[in-house]
């Protein structure tokens, strides 16, 4: 499929969150002059000549900063940062599962389904969250909040189940605690009708 | 009949369970760097010897002698520096050791850096934590802030601890791929030879150990290889950490001497298998890329190299994954290799494709009703296909799961 017929397919998606996300992404991203600062120290960690070893923190650090994933335009201005061509960052950015080239929900929840927290359950407590979560359109929940992922080992084997919410871990999971978690989240949202 | 617990006083790992406090201060109340200045003043030579007498082996899945592996590092030069690198990219399923130690005891790691690199002539030390592994990243880096301040030789300018960050990838704990995620491109495994210790990161010598192992190098040279000897059994010298997970009443991670039974280690230690010993199914005894054992292997065994190659399993990184009749062991078995599916590089064709056809293959097989010889001499024939033909030992690892289920099912078609 050619690009543009993509994103506009994109942008009529149901999931208006998503389509906004892409929108929004068609601009042109400028650090400011403290991000600056800061890669220019995460690149004193390697010699001269080697900046490219950024590169893995620099696209944690852009996607930390700005919307939570890594549009094309913003993997342009960390290739442009870090003076290296574009497709090296593409690479990267396909290859490891932590850097997101399409838009996520509010909170990216990773259940780790690994035989540990199989054994003890983690399949129900996916369910669980599921339900709670309600519809999903292009990976994220219609109120744009939540985004569900199956992971692996998450390295929490004595204390599984584990859920993990934008990098916090939470151990020892229940299907209730589950939906609690998921309930708790959905409160703590502005309402958007006043 | 011998105690394998270890007391206190003996521990490498002190604050293990992150009941004490992980600062530098609560280090040194653990007799943490008291000795490091004299070592440090001791000839790089003499370290290395001891840590030979040692019999230290690496933690991290292979099982290699580490002063075999030092022994082979040349002498840096000013244009040619050295790098010793720390795999903290902790990503055997079943095994979370690491994870405690950055979080819990991150001054131990420290120490051993400081040691190691002092013993190889390296000025610049990477640890590499797993990208998921965030809050331990930031501890570490805290208590390396707090180590700079205190210590002369970090102080100084001798030497250089620096965190790279992973992204998410179960390759990059592969050595060769870890250290192309060093130089920021994907994590595919290099050829070798030549080896990483003469041309390794950035084309240079490195060392790259597991942070169990070189905790464990701390400990040996400040409390002497004696100390060291008089822990675990004959040839099995020393402890390690054991994270046993599933079915057990006390999953956890424990420090303990090697060589330890591995009944016992259930029994005595985590509160024994959900439902009592005569429901066990199968144990795996090194994360997901040993093979299983069947429960009378599982009472012979000790958690020992030797002991568990005997049963054409291995220690691995000793992650005990214990299995309950109560648990489907196919169900495992599958998830377990959809896992080695996904995290393939892709780099191999014998791996990329034949793991997605033996994972097929055994999908298909087991939804079956009557398994019969034909389907395991297929599996066994694709498994075949794949052995020995791939750049790295990820494949290896990825078999050894298929081919001792395979084996073990024989008995029962």
Known sequence: MNIKVKIINELDSKNKYYAEKIKSSQKKYKWTEPQLKHIEEVKTKYPEGKEQSALLEVLHFAQDSFDSWLPVNLMKLVAQTLNIPLIRVEEVVSFYTMFHSEPIGKYYIQVCTHCSCMMNGSSSILQALNDAVGEVQNRISLDGLFTIQEAECLGACVKGPVVVVNGEYHEKMTPEKASALIKELKMLQPSSRG | ?413
């Open chain 2, 1 to 413: 009949m011998k105690d394998f617990s270890v007391n206190t006083q003996n521990k490498v790992f002190k604050n293990l369970d992150g009941t004490l406090g992980w600062s530098i201060e609560d280090h040194k109340t653990r007799g943490g760097y008291s000795e490091l200045s004299k070592v440090l003043k001791r000839k790089p030579q003499d370290i290395l010897e001891e840590l030979t007498k040692s019999n230290l082996r690496g933690k991290g899945g292979a099982g290699f002698p580490t002063a075999v592996k030092w022994s082979h590092m040349p002498n840096s030069t000013e244009d040619k520096p050295n790098y010793l690198v720390c795999n903290a990219d902790e990503g055997e399923p079943g095994t979370c050791k690491d994870r405690y130690i950055m979080r819990n005891d991150p001054h131990v790691l420290i120490e051993g850096l400081i040691i190691s690199a002092f013993c190889l002539g390296v000025k610049t030390v990477y640890i590499y934590v797993r990208g998921e592994y965030q809050f331990e990243a930031e501890r570490l880096q805290q208590a390396i802030d707090q180590a700079k301040e205190e210590l002369d030789y970090l102080k100084n300018g001798k030497l250089d601890i620096f965190i790279h960050r992973g992204a998410g990838s179960y390759i990059c704990g592969e050595e060769t791929a870890l250290l192309e995620s060093i130089e920021g491109k994907i994590g595919l495994p290099r050829t070798r030879p030549p080896f990483p210790v003469k041309m390794g990161l950035y084309g240079y010598p490195t060392i790259i150990n597991n942070v169990e192992t070189l905790s464990q190098v701390g400990a040996i040279i400040t409390r002497g290889v004696n100390w060291w000897k008089s822990l675990g059994s004959p040839n099995h010298n020393g402890t390690k950490i054991f994270t046993i997970s599933g079915d057990v009443n006390n999953p956890q991670n424990i420090e303990l001497q090697m060589g330890i039974p591995l009944k016992e280690l259930i029994e005595k230690h985590c509160g024994g298998v959900k439902g009592g010993w005569n429901n066990l199914q199968a144990i795996i005894p090194g994360g997901t890329s040993s093979g299983i054992l069947t429960p009378s292997e599982a009472e012979q065994a000790n958690m020992s190299f030797e002991s568990l190659s005997q049963f054409n399993t291995s220690m691995g990184t000793g992650g005990v994954i214990v299995i309950s009749k109560d648990s489907d062991l196919k169900e495992i078995l599958l998830r377990i290799m959809e896992f080695y599916r996904k995290e393939s590089c892709g780099q191999c064709p014998p791996c990329r494709e034949g793991i997605a056809w033996l994972c097929d293959e055994i999908k298909h097989s087991l939804e079956k009703e009557d398994l019969g010889m034909a389907d395991l001499e297929r599996i066994t024939t694709i498994s075949n296909k794949i052995k020995g033909k791939t750049i790295c030992a990820f494949t290896d690892g990825a078999l050894q799961p298929v081919n001792s289920f395979v084996d073990k099912l024989r008995d029962f078609v």
